[in-house]
């Protein structure tokens, strides 16, 4: 199995709801990233996990909070979003981040907060 | 501090016509990592290669082709009679290797390339 899975594959919310953005790889990779994505714009990276401890937080705000239940689950849990939050989020994992395997990404999740 | 840019925001060809995407990185490490991934429009990221800075072979898979050129910091990619199926967008990107890891992913901008019948 060499795939990322994220669900839900769109997601419109309100700014008082609260959602959590979901993804899963069976690869035995013990590194997940989260990436925002903004229409025409590279991914920007937002966190990553190694081994299911939090390894790089690119100062994201707090209304994301990311987890890691396990070392095939990664987890995105939203609140008080803004309009400008909308975006496609992508899930990646790699083998580790110490040796710079190439990541593999998921489908992605387009978020729309109204 | 690293940065990647692709000059070709857009590009446009005709099916069978050969087009070359390019990348121009910086860094200041000498042991450094080049990526380039596909971004269909279902938006899902598709890795196509990686090279490491020691290894500078071109590499050719199927119409791909890459040519990795140190003295002038690129890592062009290649595509040999295109295809309508290859419409996406095209992104390179570098990683550079600290002490105890790798920095994370660092992407161009991006090339959006668009193949008519």
Redesign the interface.
Known sequence: DTEVTQTPKHLVMGMTNKKSLKCEQHMGHRAMYWYKQKAKKPPELMFVYSYEKLSINESVPSRFSPECPNSSLLNLHLHALQPEDSALYLCASSQQISRNNEQFFGPGTRLTVL | AQKVTQAQTEISVVEKEDVTLDCVYETRDTTY?L?W?KQPP??????LI?R?SFDEQNEISGRYSWNFQKSTSSFNFTITASQVVDSAVY?CAL?E?VL???T??V????TRLSVIA
């Open positions: 990592y990526f991934y279902s938006g899902e990221l598709v890795f990686r490491n992104f990683s290797r105890g890891g790798n994370p992913l992407f161009g901008k991006g």
